[in-house]
């Protein structure tokens, strides 16, 4: 719904803004943007060795796990109903454990990717405002709202050198 109603807003917009030929138009990837500075690099390098012990915990009991279900299979023929079943409680345990380990990973890492998000969002609000009033753009407007743009429209690489410059 929403992004029906954005594209109706830019329908209105493009097609009232058409009569003026002058009207100078940008279109922003604003996460790939964001993502992709300079930034974004030295965070994700930081996130990857904060969350590198628990990374490798949830890769450990995935292994343990895999190991598991293979002996399962291979030895099924010559397990006792009793160790087969021991077996696979135990992998059960495993798979639980792997959700609940890769669950918190991943949550922990959701909140600092939000967390760096907000932090940027007055970098980028800037960053909008001074290509604004640098280059005479009358508006800008977010990928995502646009069905269609040409390459002359995108400003996302401005946008991600204008952020670098900033420090």
Known sequence: MKLLRNL???????????????????????????FSSD????????????????????????ESGQKLQERIKKDAAIMSDTERTKLALELEEKAKEFKYLKGKLDSAVSTK????????????????K????????????????????????????KVIEKLNALK
């Open 8 to 34: 109706l807003l830019a329908s209105c917009v493009m097609a009232s803004f058409s009569a003026f030929a002058d009207t100078k138009i940008g279109v922003v990837d604003i996460r790939a943007a964001l």
């Open 39 to 62: 930034a974004a690099k030295a965070f994700s390098e930081s996130m990857a060795g904060e969350f590198k012990t628990q990374e490798m915990e949830v890769r450990a009991v995935q």
């Open 113 to 128: 990717k939000q967390a760096f998000i907000q932090e940027s969002k007055p970098k980028v609000d800037q960053v909008l």
């Open 130 to 157: 001074d290509l604004v009033d640098s280059e005479k753009f009358d508006l800008i407007m977010p990928r995502e709202a646009v069905v269609y743009s040409g390459q002359s429209l995108d400003i996302t690489a």
